[in-house]
């Protein structure tokens, strides 16, 4: 790893985590401001609820209605799958950018033409991204935490919420390995902020309607979407090994792919 | 160091069908102040992005200072300085900052002295925003972390571009004090008059392959020049024929153009004896001396 090239890019991208940061904190504090009233309206809100299919509720991790009326369960379907699908965005924006700006900036000039090699500045900027998303996923995690902790009426199970957490992390991180390897795919430098964020909505636009329509559920397997549970009320809700394998495998994967096409990439300016 | 700085066998580079290089096959010796001369699109750029491992070759090898372009790639850029074509630099940092970046890269004991000294040199302002920089102050930032870390070697792509003739005077003599200390220069361009002011030593590169390599002096000798000439009086073609005259054409009324490159005394004295309305004797663009190359 370079250190100067490390800590460049920590500098150079922290405006935009903190703006994410912030964004995505005030999101929580806003939605978790509202569970109080919310418990006080419940027999109205269960009567509205009773209107919406039951596949739109599961999806948003509500097996039954006091699901919602325990903090986590308030927690996990209003604020998580936020928290995935905005996480989910700013890593693969961030990653799919790390990169290829060098080139469409026309600073790889600058960059490859220094006692530097390919590897460490793969590296580097490896390193830059998965602190990037740590911290985001880190420091939105401890909101809702607070969050909880502020309007909770009864205890929640500090567990789930951190298999939760974890989920969160595990699915940008594995956007942010897809954005990695499309930058490194892109022969002609150009951005693709558009397109991957396009991406990160495709596939929760293929996992919503895998919920809601029982004809497409298995089309839900094509999105990462569908390995991240969110079902954290339920008291089996745990790790599947399976998806802890899909999300580790398939980033790993990608991530390894993409430092080799890196290493033997022609890079224009 | 024992042989050339620069050892480029053989080297080709091919996207797909499109031609970039073909089997170039180039040496320059320590000291030299190497001219790469052609037009747009010859294979100039691709030829140094692979000496800078920006690219890779599709044929051929390539070796700075006996290393390996490609494996020891990190080892050579420590003592290689490159100004790149285009002068984009990092836009959200300030002079001193990209200068401070681009400087620690290497162990270097007097860096702040060193971007001091260089930007004093280039009239540059370090605390202005590389974003709000004209193009000939970028091209100056350019050509300042090129030289930050001492190199042995500068590889230039059209370096000029963008600069007043002020400083290209200054970087001029920047480049031949440098290689009077022994940095060897490897000197890009499509301005044939700014090689020829600089380089020993010139290669000439059309459609991906050297078309003529040649010691600047020879060239000097040939001195091709495109004359025009009206005459008083109707002339025959035929009657142009004196030794370095070609490519004869005729133009309006008693016009006639051609290429010349023979000693120019005695073109003049060849024309004495004729009735001159006007008379142009000018630098050939490079399309025409590619030409002349190609038919000699």
Redesign the interface.
């Known amino acids: 790893m370079n250190k100067n090239l490390f800590l460049k890019e920590i500098r150079r991208n922290s405006v935009s985590l903190m703006i994410w940061m912030i964004v995505i904190t005030l999101l929580i504090v806003v939605t978790m401001s509202f569970y109080r009233t919310f418990l006080e309206n419940q027999s109205k809100i269960v009567g509205m609820l009773s209107l919406i299919p039951k596949g739109a509720l599961q999806f948003k991790g509500i097996s039954n209605f006091n699901d919602l009326m325990s903090v986590l369960g308030f927690y996990a379907a209003n604020n998580v799958i936020y928290m995935m699908v905005l996480g989910s965005i700013f890593s693969i924006v961030l990653s799919s950018n790390i990169l290829l700006k060098e080139e469409y900036d026309k600073t790889a000039e600058y960059l490859l033409t220094r006692p530097v090699t390919r590897s460490e500045i793969f590296i580097s900027k490896l390193a830059v991204l998965s602190i990037n998303v740590f911290i985001l996923n880190l420091v939105t995690a401890l909101a809702g935490f607070i969050c909880m902790e502020l309007v909770m009426k009864t205890p929640f199970s500090i567990g789930a919420f951190l298999i939760l957490s974890i989920y969160t992390l595990l699915l940008n991180i594995l956007f942010g390995a897809i954005g990695l390897f499309l930058s490194t795919l892109i022969k002609r430098a150009k951005p693709i902020t558009t397109f991957s964020i396009g991406l990160v909505l495709i596939f929760y636009f293929i996992y919503t309607l895998s919920k809601i329509t029982e004809g497409a559920a298995k089309m839900g397997y094509l999105s990462p979407f569908r390995f991240a549970s969110v079902d954290a009320t339920n008291p089996a809700y745990t790790i599947d090994l399976w998806h802890l394998a899909y999300f580790i495998g398939i980033s790993l994967f990608l991530t390894g792919l993409s430092y080799r096409l890196y290493k033997r990439k022609d890079i224009y300016t | 160091m024992n042989g050339p700085i620069i050892d480029i066998t053989d080297l080709s580079k091919f996207y797909g069908k499109a031609r970039g290089i073909e089997h170039i096959n180039l040496e320059i010796g320590e000291g030299e102040i190497f001219g790469f001369i052609g037009p747009n699109g010859a294979g100039k750029s691709t030829t140094i992005?692979i000496l800078?491992?920006?690219?890779?070759p599709t044929g051929g090898s390539a070796r700075i200072m006996g290393m390996d372009v490609i494996r020891d790639?990190?080892?050579i850029?420590?003592q290689?300085g490159?100004i790149?074509s285009?002068a984009?630099?990092?836009?959200?940092m300030d002079v001193h900052e990209f200068l401070s970046?681009?400087i620690?890269?290497?162990q270097i004991q007097n860096g702040e002295q060193r971007i001091s000294d260089l930007s004093e040199l280039f009239e540059l302002d370090l605390n202005r925003q590389i974003a709000d920089l004209s193009l000939g102050n970028r091209k100056k930032v350019s050509i300042v972390?090129s030289l930050l870390h001492n190199p042995k070697l500068l590889i230039l792509d059209e370096p000029t571009t963008g600069l007043d003739p002020l400083m290209q005077s200054v970087f001029f003599d920047l480049l031949r004090s440098e290689n009077k200390n022994g940095m060897t220069i490897f000197f890009s361009s499509h301005i044939l008059s700014e090689v020829q002011m600089l380089c020993k030593r010139v290669a000439i590169i059309k459609e991906g392959k050297i078309i003529q390599l040649e010691d600047i002096d020879n060239m000097r000798k040939k001195q091709l020049k495109k004359v025009s000439v009206e005459l008083a009086d109707h002339v025959n073609i035929k009657s142009f024929s004196i030794h370095g005259i070609e490519n004869v054409i005729t133009g309006p009324g008693n016009m006639l153009s051609f290429m010349y490159s023979g000693n120019i005394n005695d073109l003049v004295g060849f024309l004495s004896g004729k009735e001159i309305i006007n008379l142009m004797i000018e630098e050939p663009s490079l399309d025409e001396i590619f030409l002349h190359y190609y038919r000699s």
């Open positions: 992005r800078m491992n920006m690219i890779f790639t990190k080892k850029k420590t290689v490159y790149p285009d984009s630099a990092y836009s959200s970046y681009c620690r890269f290497y972390q």
